[in-house]
């Protein structure tokens, strides 16, 4: 097979969608895909967020479509993939960054303090989404002999975090289970990796650090890269593992996280 140097076509022809890309690194990764050649649906819970993001790749004049719906709710599953029809590549992202943590939904707080009512919705989000998603757009792929499925984790799945076990566990549930899918859809031309995030200045975290840059130098030391991630560094790798290019990759997890916690 020729290599691929041309990004801007690097998945043209591809279908993909992409889960809670109404902001942050999902918002990201449907931008660099779309502008890869795939047309890709906007997944978000809120239908202006997705709208919004369809609309800034529609600008650039590549092709977007925006489409609402809980990755945590199976019906609403089964209703986006009505939807949606088949699609080339999913991309699980809703639930990628701690955003319980910021809504209310969940404490900041030791495994101990915490309740058991604070941990399904997190589990659900994070893990349950994914299983959703991914059953539901699976069979399509297997019929067609091609498919990628990418799902965003944690570092604090990989290393440990304290605050953040619940999440954590989650989040290396949901690794697991990409590791055992590959291993079942590999010969069917279905690939399935994680890439691993570090802490992202989105949000309310970048609120937070922006009226405390005290805060932020304390954050960036067990980076050897010296910063915390941007939305869009994981994009070019999320591209790249959707890819024709990615065939003979599968079952892994990539940490995109400034050297947080490198891979073994």
Known sequence: MPMIRDWS?????????????????????????????????????????????????????LAARPIAGDVTEWEAVLEMREATGPVDVLVNNAGSGVRFFGEGKARLVSFAESKPDE?????????????????????????????????????????????????GAAKAAAAGFTRGLAVEVGRSGVTANCISLGSIRHGDMARAL?????????????????????????????????????????????PVDGGYAPAL
């Open 119 to 167: 941990w399904d919705p997190i589990m659900r989000v994070n893990l349950a989404g994914v299983m959703y998603m991914s059953h539901t757009y699976l069979p399509d792929m297997l019929e067609r002999q091609w498919g990628r499925i990418l799902t965003i984790i944690s570092d604090a799945g990989r290393k440990g975090e304290r605050t953040q076990v619940v999440y």
């Open 9 to 61: 076509n690097f998945i043209g022809g591809r279908t993909a969608i992409v889960t809670g890309a109404g902001a942050g690194v999902g918002r990201a990764i449907a931008i660099q895909m779309a502008r890869a050649g795939a047309t890709v649906w906007v997944n978000d819970l809120n239908l202006d967020r997705a709208e919004k993001v369809v609309g800034e790749i529609e600008v650039e004049g």
């Open 210 to 254: 922006d009226a405390n840059p005290e805060r932020e130098h304390t954050l960036i030391r067990p980076y050897p890269v010296g910063r915390l991630g941007r939305v869009d560094d994981p994009a070019p790798l999320a591209v790249l593992l959707c890819s024709d290019a990615a065939e003979w990759i599968t079952g892994q997890v990539y």
